[in-house]
């Protein structure tokens, strides 16, 4: 079954109405018809399952056949802080973290990090990364529709999780001894919490961005005896959030 998003303004009563680019694709590359079912999500946790009752050249009509309130999202809301990577690593990143249930991916510019994106190339590239989040999430069947937020220092996103009181903050690092601390952290693990997930770039963290990071609460886990890559560490690490929440560890 096809998967799209809407705002929740376009549903209304028992129709909800698609604009935009998805009419086209529609109606031209998957040539779909009225009657056929497709799954509608308003981008802030609910799914429809609807039957299409009209396509015009500028809009999609649908009918609601029923809603799902609970959705498939985690029940905690995960941020990955990813440090910026070289090449095209980045689209990776989003496109499997989105896969795994992240609610918001930030771009983080720290001491190490080869890339520098000047005001120009930070929003081109913004734009891009959010289109990719954007498909990763009609593709996986998420409810809510992720975001990429705009590039900010890693002492920017350290102010960020203080002021929104983040209930778990977590900082994978090379040097931290043994998996004891990171069974403890991860036992603090729930529903209902904001977590932040902090992943250096190619060169990892700076040992001063470590104690700035342990002055603001953000707590070193260690991943295992080997050396993860950045396209690695992250997703590793959201795998295991994953499971944890889903029940499964």
């Known amino acids: 079954m096809h998967h799209f998003f809407v705002a929740p303004a376009q549903v209304m009563g028992d129709c909800i109405r698609i604009t935009g680019p998805d009419v ?12 056929e079912e497709v799954l509608i999500s ?8 609807c039957a299409l009752s009209s396509l015009d050249s500028d809009c999609v009509e649908a009918r609601i056949v029923s809603v799902d309130r ?8 995960i941020w990955l802080f990813q440090g910026l990577p070289k090449s095209d690593k980045m689209e990776l990143i989003i496109q499997k973290a989105v896969e795994l249930g992240a609610a ?3 771009p983080v510019s720290t001491k190490n990090a080869v890339v520098k994106l000047d005001a120009k190339k930070e929003e081109a ?20 529709m992720p975001e990429v937020m705009g590039l900010m220092t890693l002492g920017q996103a350290f102010d960020y999780i203080e002021k929104e009181q983040f209930a778990l903050r977590l900082i994978p690092y090379e040097h931290e001894a043994g998996m004891e601390g990171s069974r403890q952290e991860l036992s603090r693990v729930g529903p209902g919490q904001d977590i932040a997930v902090f992943i250096g770039p190619e060169g990892g963290f700076d ?7 342990l002055k603001k609460g953000v ?8 050396i993860l890559r950045t396209e690695t560490a992250g997703l590793a690490m959201l795998s295991v959030l994953m499971m944890r929440l889903e029940g499964g560890l």
Do not use: F
Not at 207 to 213: C, R, S
């Open 24 to 35: 086209n694709h529609m109606k031209n590359a998957l040539r779909m018809k009225p009657g």
């Open 42 to 49: 308003d981008g802030t946790g609910t799914d429809y399952r």
């Open 70 to 77: 609970d959705g498939r999202e985690l029940p905690s809301r």
């Open 104 to 106: 918001c991916i930030v």
């Open 125 to 144: 590239k913004r734009k891009r990364w959010q289109a990719i989040a954007e498909s990763a999430a009609k593709q996986s069947g998420r409810s809510l």
């Open 207 to 213: 040992e001063a961005e470590i104690n700035l990071a």
């Open 219 to 226: 707590r070193p886990v260690s991943l295992g005896k080997r």
